[in-house]
């Protein structure tokens, strides 16, 4: 951050231009971050899950997150480096456990409906794991990185209901196989923890990472609409 | 709900065309509404809250959410009676309780602020009240009505943050003076319950009213985009 001084009094503080850039294709955080005041660069990392999986000795769920989220900002770190000066890029990751398992996307409407016949009344854990680099003038300067759980209650939607969801096609591409943001909302009872987190980004916790790298989420804000 | 035959077959399933009607001004509500599959009719019932509020006797919070959700509801259908042979109706009223003391709309920047030095780092209560009331050709069947409470935690924004955000516009006209679906996103740490409850309307609450009235979420839902 810089001032502008006219005469002796101090008028107006500039943070030089930052980019935010999402590592991440998922439309459900970009519409997160737009409704929180942002306007994030979308740059998809192409990180090999499996790979960053498959690298590190039986992880715990929260360091399997974290990895994942780390993976994915590196690769786009590498992507964009020498393109801005001034950027911050953020990876995230996502997983739900249900009865101790951990589940991802369902794909197919078979699986879909298994996945509600199991998850129907109970509670699952959604873990959040993001990952920010800061480069500064043109070099790479901090880093930081966290996770975050929120615990998702599951209504109990009726036969007809789980069908319809399902052939809406909502729940098929995302992990565990729900939507809270969408037709999913009316079936889930409630959360304990960060609504923005099960969407997929957490605000908190990136406001806290971003704090960490030197930056306050208000010299992101886009000027307001009104 | 009635069946179309050809042949010996049963082959598909209609809802004659419900009308859902929002007895509400807030676009808050009517953006859950819209991401949760519905595509609702908005007509606002211009009661007046502290007459409805005057009537009662040292009303409890629960009470005075129901009541004023009622007396929406109310309102719209003597405006719509007649108009549309099937129809549900639905009024809403939220309160935010923080250390005991009911909260509204901080209207100005001045109360915002102080809104703001009382709440960060503790909890509040939203409460939130639906009443629903159904027409069937033509005519007035059934109602239900029902609360729900939501734990919200706060966040302790910076001086600077919170200056910011009062200066977004978006606190001044909601009730506790915080949006968790905007920029005030960044300060809340999390909430116990239900998030579309906070946010206005209760995605779970709406659907087991809609139950009790004899109306399937499902029935509402408009195609899919995809």
Redesign the interface.
Known sequence: MFQVTIGQRRTVEYLPEVRFVLASQSPARLG?LR???FDPSVVVSGVDEDAVAASLTDPAPVELVRALAVAKAEAVYETLAGTHADMVIVGCDSMLSINGEMVGKPLTPEAARERWASMAGKTGELLTGHSIIRVENGARTKEASGTEG?TVRF?TP?Q??IE??I????PLQVAGGFT????G????????????S?IGIS??L??RLLTEVGV???DL?TR?A?
Chains 1, 2 share one sequence.
């Open positions: 997160v409704s929180a005041g929120t209504g009726s007809e209901e319809a969801y052939a809406s096609g909502e809270l943001d969408g037709r909302g009316w079936f889930i009872e409630g959360i304990d923890g960060d609504f923005s099960v605000l908190p990136t406001r306050s989420v208000i804000w307001p009104s």
